[in-house]
């Protein structure tokens, strides 16, 4: 009997063994797969964290373009606004003694009208011409708009004629000569202006 316990002790060891031995076969198995469970998890993990700092980074990018595109712009501008106040300085430059200049046109204007001699006449207005032609290559441009739409901007109303049929104020005759610098009225003319009630 000692026989035959020894062999079915030895046969439960060896039993038990091969049961240990395939569970521990089995044990790296489901370790191996927990193993690649949890490396794919953390490489997802991975590709999320990847794809929210690509994400972060376009944002960026494209908040740094906006910026850049932007003080573009400005400076643009800026280059803009300096070239047109270069060429208004330039322009205007000689504004002061133009405006000096123009009651002595003023003058040679009311020799024209008061003289009765007409060489003489003939001399002032040539004069008068050759000083105009001169200022007139500075930008001076003179408002005479008779028979025009009275314009507050350019006009100054010293008379008024009433005319209940006049469809719209109207300048009948200009008292003094206006003047502008460039289009930008420097002097407005002195009118009589037809007026409708």
């Not at 790296?28 to 980074?57: F, M, T």
């Not at 003694?97 to 006449?121: M, N």
Request: net charge negative.
């Amino acid at each position: 009997m000692d026989k035959d316990q020894k062999n079915k002790d030895n046969k439960k060891k060896s039993d038990a063994n091969e049961t240990q031995k395939k569970s521990q076969d089995a044990k790296p198995h489901a370790q191996k797969h927990n193993d690649v469970k949890e490396e794919k998890s953390n490489n997802n993990s991975d590709v999320e964290q990847l794809r929210a700092k690509v994400e972060l980074l376009e944002n960026e990018l494209n908040q740094t373009k906006d910026k850049a595109l932007r003080a573009l712009a400005d400076a643009e501008n800026t280059k803009k606004r300096f070239e047109r106040e270069k060429n208004d300085a330039i322009a205007y430059a000689n504004k002061a003694i133009i405006k000096d200049l123009i009651p002595s046109l003023d003058s040679l204007d009311l020799a024209i009208s008061t003289t009765k001699d007409e060489d003489i006449k003939k001399g002032i207005e040539l004069v008068r011409t050759t000083f105009i032609t001169a200022l007139g290559k500075w930008g001076l441009e003179v408002i005479d708009d008779k028979g025009k739409e009275y314009d507050p901007m350019r006009h100054e109303a010293c008379l008024f004629d009433v005319n209940p049929d006049a469809k719209e104020e109207t300048v009948l005759e200009t008292l003094q000569k206006g003047y502008a610098l460039h289009s930008q009225v420097i002097r407005p003319s002195k009118v009589k202006v037809e007026k409708c009630e």
